[in-house]
């Protein structure tokens, strides 16, 4: 399985991308999805997960509504559209896949998801957005 980003770029505050990655083979084997990122000098961090075969989706809680995770089967594609973009989300966005599913909790009438381990990586895309 090799995962291919693409779609990065620079922008302005309150632009807009949409980042793409082809999945190579054993897309079907593939349960979940995910993107992550990376900002200089801070840890990878979860940006949204989706499950292949339910298409249910996770959005951390940093991207308040203004990001969408998307698959499509048919063209072994996972995308991230990006909107209202900050100076904040500046970063390599990476494109994660694997092939066991997250698991969601729901405890007190909330939900909460944990990541599963996943396998494969791309090798990131760089999102820059200036002021």
């Known amino acids: 399985v090799q995962l291919s980003e693409s779609g990065g770029g620079l922008v302005q505050t309150g632009g807009s991308l949409r980042l793409s990655c082809s999945i190579s083979?054993?897309?079907?084997?593939?349960?979940?999805m995910g993107w992550y990122r990376q900002a200089p000098g801070k840890e990878r961090e979860l940006v949204a997960a989706?499950?292949?075969?339910?298409?249910?989706?996770h959005y951390a809680s940093l991207t308040g509504g203004r990001f969408l995770i998307a698959k499509d089967d048919a063209k072994n594609t996972l995308y991230l559209q990006l909107d209202s973009l900050e100076v904040e989300d500046t970063a390599v966005y990476f494109c994660a896949a694997g092939r066991y599913e997250g698991a969601w909790d729901h405890i007190d009438g909330k939900t909460f998801y944990t990541p599963p381990d996943f396998d494969y990586w791309g090798q990131g895309t760089q999102v820059t957005v200036s002021s």
């Open positions: 989706i499950n292949r075969n339910r298409g249910t989706p």
């Open positions: 083979e054993g897309y079907f084997d593939i349960n979940s």
